[in-house]
């Protein structure tokens, strides 16, 4: 394809539906081949994807300590929500069987948990509500903090909590995360822990949480040595860490295979694993053309490699089956919905045990 072209295509249609136009585009070239039928080509690809197929039932997971039966995909509401309501979208997810909603604080997520409020007002004692904030310190990864950041991350991130609830109209949420976390020093602190304990004898939160997308590796070995968190939130590949200031896969991550020791770890110790990002970096990004659909096939056997998957559903099986008890996804659609959803609820059939 020009790569012009194929810029131009990505900037009209967005980089996730480039990417399945172009995976479809192999199946249904083949099949207008055999018959010379577009529409019987354009629906043979959809096919190869799941978007033609009816709904499979969900499977569901328990999140370590938590002791919630969480469904393996979990709605991601941030981007979602952040210009306006998706009712409609937000309740056939419920529906269907997903029953963990993310948000986030309107600092970061603009009008997020606002749109998501009318939502949980019919449906708050069925899900498991998660929001998050950051602590917004300017502080390196690897930087220590002093006693005085620390009493102020924890004031920050208190606070937030508390405009979250107010945005979100509910006296309280099953967990808050620190968002962003990508700083040890911090994931340690006892001014963070001890805000926490005090939301949560306050009747706000009930687990505390964390969501990483830089120097995740370190974040997770810290969160399992301090014994406080019960749900971590990491961005992570079927080829190891997935670094979001990047926006590529970490330099020298071990593959996810290689982080199974890690991620046993963190199972034992009671910490719920939910993965983000599993697809990102298959989306690729716009100033070299968008597209990096075979990035991770190198780690697939020929089993999933021959699966009725796209490139997205791959990676968010293969995830899910080792190591991940669900996966984290922004759907702002009906197709990603659908599509996410089939991964995450016959990911089991495409691994042998």
């Known amino acids: 394809m020009n790569h012009s072209l194929g810029q131009g295509i990505g900037r009209r249609i967005g980089r996730r539906k480039f990417i399945q136009h172009l995976a479809m585009l192999g199946v249904g070239s083949q099949a207008f081949l055999r018959s010379g039928n577009l529409r019987a080509a354009v629906l043979e690809a959809r096919e190869s994807a799941g978007f033609g197929s ?4 969900m499977t569901y997971r328990t999140l370590g300590r938590t002791g919630y039966d969480a469904s393996r995909l979990i709605f991601g509401c941030g981007a979602t929500l952040m210009s306006g309501r998706n009712d409609e979208l937000l309740n056939a997810a419920f529906d269907a069987g997903i029953n963990i909603f993310d948000s986030g604080t309107s600092r970061y997520y603009d009008d997020a948990e606002r749109n998501l409020a009318p939502f949980l007002k019919t449906h708050r004692d069925d899900v498991f509500l998660i929001s998050k904030a950051m602590v917004y310190l300017d502080v390196e990864p690897d930087e220590a903090i002093t006693v005085v950041q620390a009493r ?10 508390n405009q979250s609830l107010k945005e979100l109209q509910v006296d309280g949420v099953d967990a808050y995360y620190l968002m962003g976390s990508n700083n040890p020093h911090v994931v340690s602190s006892e001014e963070i822990y001890n805000a926490f304990q005090r939301a949560k004898q306050a009747g706000k939160v ?3 949480g964390l969501s990483s997308h ?6 997770l070995e810290t969160a399992i040595d301090t014994g406080w968190y019960d ?10 860490w997935y670094d979001w200031k990047e926006r590529s896969i970490l330099p020298g991550s071990p593959p996810m295979v290689e982080l ?4 046993a770890r963190a199972r034992e110790a009671g910490i719920g694993l939910i993965g983000m990002k599993a697809g990102r970096f298959l989306a690729g990004r716009r100033f070299l053309g968008w597209g990096n659909p075979e990035a991770f096939d190198q780690y697939y056997d020929e089993s999933l490699l021959k699966a009725r998957l796209s490139a997205f559903q791959r990676s968010y099986a293969f995830v899910l089956e080792h190591g991940m008890d669900a996966v984290n996804a922004d759907m702002q659609n009906f197709v990603h919905l659908k599509e996410n959803f089939i991964a995450a609820a016959t990911s089991h059939r495409h691994f042998v045990a």
């Open 206 to 208: 009930r687990f505390l």
């Open 152 to 161: 102020q991350a924890a004031q920050t991130w208190t606070e937030l909590m």
């Open 214 to 219: 830089q120097n995740a590796q370190k974040v």
């Open 231 to 240: 749900l971590t939130m990491l961005a992570i590949t079927p080829g190891g």
């Open 260 to 263: 199974q020791p890690l991620l």
């Open 54 to 57: 009816a709904w499979p039932p």
